[in-house]
C-alpha cells in the first residue's frame, strides 16, 4: 500500500539528518584549514573540489551514522527525491559563483558559501522545523557580513563561520529529536 505524502513527510523527517550536514563541515573545515595553509590559488581549487564534494562525502558519513543514503532496502519516499533536487539547486548556482570569480576571485567563499546554504530553506519545510531557516540565514548574514569585514581573511573566516552554522545545526538537528 502507498503511503500518503503526508506519511512520507513524518517518515522523512523522523530521519537524523547526521551525513550531510557534517559532510558539509568537513568540506568547509577543510577549505578554511587550506586558506591558513596553502597559497590562494590552491585554496580556490579546494573550494570548487571540498564543495563540490559534499554529496559524496556524505553517502559514505551516511553509511557509519545509521542513515545509509544507498541502502536499497529502505522503503521509496518523495522526499529524498526533492531533497536531490535542492542539491541540484545548489550545484546550479555555481552558474553565478564563477562569473563573479572570474571578475574578482574574493567573490568565490561569499557567492558559494551563500548561494550553496540556500537548499537548507525547503529542507525546513519538508520537516517543519525552524533549523533550515536558521541555517540559511545565520549562513547568510554571517558570510555577507565577514565578506565586508575581513576582506583580507574571506578564505579563512567564511569557510570557519560556514563551519560554526554547520555546528550549531548539527546541535539543533541533535536536541530537535528529543
Do not use: C
Amino acid at each position: 500500500m502507498e503511503r500518503t505524502l503526508e506519511e512520507q513527510r513524518i517518515a522523512y523527517a523522523s530521519r537524523k539528518f547526521v551525513a550531510t550536514p557534517l559532510a558539509g563541515l568537513i568540506a568547509w573545515l577543510v577549505i578554511g584549514i587550506s586558506g591558513l595553509v596553502l597559497p590562494v590559488e590552491a585554496t580556490i581549487w579546494v573550494l570548487f573540489i571540498a564543495t563540490g564534494s559534499i554529496v559524496y562525502l556524505g553517502i559514505f558519513i551516511s553509511k557509519f551514522t545509521g542513515e545509509d543514503f544507498l541502502d536499497k532496502e529502505k522503503s521509496k519516499n518523495v522526499f529524498d527525491s526533492l531533497f536531490l533536487f535542492t542539491v541540484g539547486q545548489a550545484v546550479l548556482v555555481y552558474a553565478i559563483a564563477i562569473p563573479f570569480f572570474i571578475l574578482d576571485y574574493t567573490y568565490l567563499p561569499l557567492t558559494v558559501g551563500v548561494l550553496t546554504g540556500t537548499m537548507w530553506l525547503p529542507f525546513s519545510w519538508i520537516i517543519k522545523h525552524w533549523v533550515g531557516l536558521f541555517h540559511s540565514l545565520t549562513r547568510t548574514a554571517t558570510v555577507t557580513a565577514l565578506w565586508y569585514l575581513f576582506p583580507e581573511n574571506r578564505f579563512t573566516a567564511i569557510p570557519f563561520a560556514i563551519v560554526g552554522v554547520y555546528v550549531t545545526t548539527l546541535i539543533i538537528l541533535k536536541k530537535r529529536k528529543k
